[in-house]
């Protein structure tokens, strides 16, 4: 089994944040759906706070989630392409 082959920082980071996100993102799913029961039984504030935390907070981080998981996936297939056309060619 071969080592795994070292990432730079900032591919670290950007995973790091990556994953910040993810759970940001998870928090105001769920945030969002207990705002959804609570206005049903006519509790109204925290729909109302959701609402007003949506474009400042909710947006751009699934924005950015979508973003870097894109320039993520795009440096792995990059990197694993330079890799594939240093050793397939036996040298």
Known sequence: M?????????????????????????AGAGWFA???????LG??????TFQQLWVPL????IGLLIASALVSGIASWWQRRGLQAG???GK
Not at 34 to 40: E, F, G, P, T
Not at 43 to 48: M, W
């Open 34 to 40: 207990a705002a959804i029961v609570a206005s049903s």
């Open 58 to 61: 909710f947006t751009p981080a």
């Open 2 to 26: 071969s080592a795994p082959a070292k990432q730079p920082a900032w591919k670290l980071w950007l995973d790091r944040l990556l994953v910040l996100d993810v759970f940001l993102v998870l």
């Open 87 to 89: 050793g397939g060619n």
């Open 43 to 48: 509790i109204e504030a925290p729909l109302r």
